[in-house]
């Protein structure tokens, strides 16, 4: 997936509640704002909001559980990509929120055990292939692997990393590991090789969501409470937005062709913000099944009418607009004042709009239809997954140094992220903060996504859009799903032999 700019979490039922009733006189946030109260509501794939909601950093009733340990100055060596460097080093604190607990987290933890963390990082393709040639050769120069989730999929099924069960006090089912990622990035109930833990802060910073200009959206008769209560009231949907954006058009630079350089209700890059629109359509590619297999689940009844209404939205509506070669339109366009909405990732929005001259705030990306339930969003492709490479010597070392990173990261990083550092810079106002609440709720992980490797339907939408016909998809499924299929059984016997099934 192209990256556009650089870059979900277990509570218990007593921590989400504190969490939601310090917003629920904005609204009722339970199963993305649908019904009312305040109890973890069980949703359609059989999750809980609590599984996404972070925790607050003052909240550290749960302990690691780790022995005592002292590791005389030991070295514990993490390899990432470069552009998500920063979210796992730290020179020292610098007054920014989220460095600071980063530099904080390392050295209680360098301390704790005796340890140094050191930090490795490079284009994530060669990376991958870092990773791949040291395990061939037995090597054991990296303890831990933050690796791009669309690239380190061919690293699990080629046998290149670790089982995560394997890996000695690593327990999963703590709050700091992302249960929705258990259990959809599994293999039988026996295997992870790729898991969403708090130490990857990119799984939190790369969610998609839809950014609005609050004085352009009056301009037009309505006002951002309009907004928030159409999320609320569960009628945020696709036809609700194509009818929003239908009238936002003005032709700027007076030369009657629809361009950038004119303005309209909706804009967005054929990339990943649009793919994104199949997940938050609650159509996944993948599901995995009561036996812990995933199953290809993405052709639905309503699969052609989402693809219609996604694509109606930039190339039917007047109000709609994408450029198919500039994968960074979105974020250029709404800058200059020439968007009254985009999509895009929690990152972004920090980093390139906080200067921006209108106050903005930020929704989920809509549902379907208003039968569906929740608001669903995804991480880009672009976050980390943690794994660990088949060759390290002490997998007891990596575990206990994982699982304190991660828990450190649980109490005093993410919280510093989500409530401090994107609340404050994002939000200024209540209503604005809790829809961020409802985005990460509905943060969601998908086997056929993760593993797509290209060949699948991961892409489907920016393949899509690069034809003739961008709502072909009968046509599209039809021609790959052979392939698909395939390339899935052949994955999974992989998977059997890794596993000895």
């Given at each position: 997936m192209?990256?556009?700019?650089?870059?979900?979490?277990?509570?218990?039922?007593k921590r989400?509640?504190?969490?939601?009733?310090?917003?629920?006189?904005?609204?009722s946030?339970?199963?993305?704002?649908?019904?009312?109260?305040?109890?973890?509501?069980?949703?359609?794939?059989?999750?809980?909001?609590?599984?996404?909601?972070?925790?607050?950093?003052?909240?550290?009733?749960?302990?690691?559980?780790?022995?005592?340990?002292?590791?005389?100055?030991?070295?514990?060596?993490?390899?990432?990509?470069?552009?998500?460097?920063?979210?796992?080093?730290?020179e020292?604190?610098?007054?920014?929120?989220?460095?600071?607990?980063?530099?904080?987290?390392?050295?209680?933890?360098?301390d704790?055990?005796?340890?140094?963390?050191?930090?490795?990082?490079?284009?994530?393709?060669?990376?991958?292939?870092?990773?791949?040639?040291?395990?061939?050769?037995?090597?054991?120069?990296?303890?831990?692997?933050?690796q791009?989730?669309?690239?380190?999929?061919?690293?699990?099924?080629?046998?290149?990393?670790?089982?995560?069960?394997?890996?000695?006090?690593?327990?999963?089912?703590?709050?700091?590991?992302?249960?929705?990622?258990?259990?959809?990035?599994?293999?039988?109930?026996?295997?992870?090789?790729?898991?969403?833990?708090?130490?990857?802060?990119?799984?939190?910073?790369?969610?998609?969501?839809?950014f609005?200009?609050?004085?352009?959206?009056?301009?037009?008769?309505?006002?951002?409470?309009?907004?928030?209560?159409?999320?609320?009231?569960?009628?945020?949907?696709?036809?609700?937005?194509?009818?929003?954006?239908?009238?936002v058009?003005?032709?700027?630079?007076g030369?009657?062709?629809?361009?950038?350089?004119?303005?309209?209700?909706?804009?967005?890059?054929?990339?990943?913000?649009?793919?994104?629109?199949?997940?938050?359509?609650?159509?996944?590619?993948?599901?995995?099944?009561?036996?812990?297999?995933?199953?290809?689940?993405?052709?639905?009844?309503?699969t052609?009418?989402?693809?219609?209404?996604v694509?109606?939205?930039?190339?039917?509506?007047?109000?709609?607009?994408?450029?198919?070669?500039?994968?960074?339109?979105?974020?250029?366009?709404?800058?200059?004042?020439?968007?009254?909405?985009v999509?895009?990732?929690?990152?972004?929005?920090?980093a390139?709009f906080?200067?921006?001259?209108?106050?903005?705030g930020?929704?989920?990306?809509?549902?379907?239809?208003?039968?569906?339930?929740?608001?669903?969003?995804?991480?880009?492709?672009?976050?980390?997954?943690?794994?660990?490479?088949?060759?390290?010597?002490?997998?007891?070392?990596?575990?206990?140094?994982?699982?304190?990173?991660?828990?450190?990261?649980?109490k005093?990083?993410?919280?510093?992220?989500?409530?401090?550092?994107l609340?404050?810079?994002?939000?200024?106002?209540?209503?604005?903060s809790?829809?961020?609440?409802?985005?990460?709720?509905?943060?969601?992980?998908?086997?056929?996504?993760?593993?797509?490797?290209?060949?699948?339907?991961?892409?489907?939408?920016?393949?899509?859009?690069?034809?003739?016909?961008?709502?072909?998809?009968?046509?599209f499924?039809?021609?790959?799903?052979?392939?698909?299929?395939a390339?899935?059984?052949e994955?999974?016997a992989?998977?059997?032999?890794?596993?000895?099934?």
């Open positions: 192209a990256r556009l700019t650089k870059g979900c979490l277990k509570m218990k039922t989400i509640l504190a969490l939601l009733l310090a917003i629920a006189s904005a609204a946030i339970t199963a993305c704002g649908q019904d009312g109260g305040t109890k973890d509501t069980e949703k359609s794939d059989g999750t809980t909001v609590s599984d996404f909601v972070s925790e607050e950093a003052s909240d550290t009733e749960i302990s690691d559980g780790l022995p005592e340990k002292n590791y005389n100055g030991r070295t514990f060596t993490v390899a990432t990509d470069d552009y998500m460097e920063s979210d796992y080093v730290s020292g604190e610098t007054g920014d929120i989220v460095n600071d607990a980063i530099y904080r987290r390392n050295s209680a933890i360098e704790r055990f005796g340890v140094k963390i050191e930090v490795v990082s490079d284009n994530y393709e060669n990376m991958k292939s870092r990773i791949n040639q040291m395990v061939q050769a037995g090597d054991d120069g990296f303890d831990l692997a933050a791009h989730a669309c690239t380190a999929g061919t690293l699990a099924i080629n046998g290149v990393l670790m089982n995560w069960y394997d890996v000695p006090y690593v327990d999963l089912d703590k709050p700091w590991w992302s249960q929705n990622a258990n259990r959809e990035l599994s293999y039988k109930n026996k295997a992870i090789y790729l898991a969403a833990g708090d130490y990857a802060l990119s799984i939190t910073s790369c969610m998609y969501g839809f609005f200009d609050k004085v352009a959206i009056e301009d037009y008769g309505m006002t951002p409470d309009d907004l928030y209560s159409l999320v609320r009231e569960g009628k945020w949907t696709l036809d609700t937005v194509a009818d929003i954006i239908k009238p058009y003005k032709d700027l630079n030369n009657n062709e629809r361009d950038e350089e004119d303005y309209f209700g909706l804009v967005s890059s054929t990339r990943s913000p649009l793919n994104t629109f199949m997940w938050s359509c609650d159509n996944p590619i993948m599901k995995v099944d009561s036996d812990g297999v995933p199953q290809l689940v993405y052709y639905q009844d309503k052609p009418s989402v693809v219609e209404k694509m109606g939205l930039f190339y039917d509506n007047d109000g709609g607009y994408t450029d198919k070669d500039n994968f960074n339109i979105q974020t250029e366009m709404f800058i200059l004042g020439h968007a009254m909405m999509p895009g990732t929690f990152d972004g929005a920090m390139d906080r200067d921006y001259k209108n106050p903005f930020i929704l989920p990306y809509p549902k379907y239809d208003e039968a569906q339930t929740n608001y669903y969003t995804m991480s880009d492709g672009s976050h980390a997954l943690l794994a660990v490479p088949a060759s390290i010597s002490d997998p007891e070392f990596t575990g206990i140094i994982t699982e304190a990173l991660c828990a450190e990261s649980w005093n990083v993410v919280p510093k992220y989500y409530e401090t550092a609340k404050v810079k994002l939000a200024d106002d209540t209503d604005t809790e829809m961020i609440d409802i985005i990460k709720n509905g943060c969601v992980f998908d086997y056929g996504y993760i593993y797509d490797n290209g060949i699948g339907f991961g892409f489907t939408l920016q393949n899509l859009a690069m034809t003739r016909n961008p709502t072909d998809i009968a046509s499924y039809a021609k790959r799903e052979k392939k698909v299929l390339a899935n059984e994955m999974f992989k998977l059997d032999a890794l596993i000895g099934d």
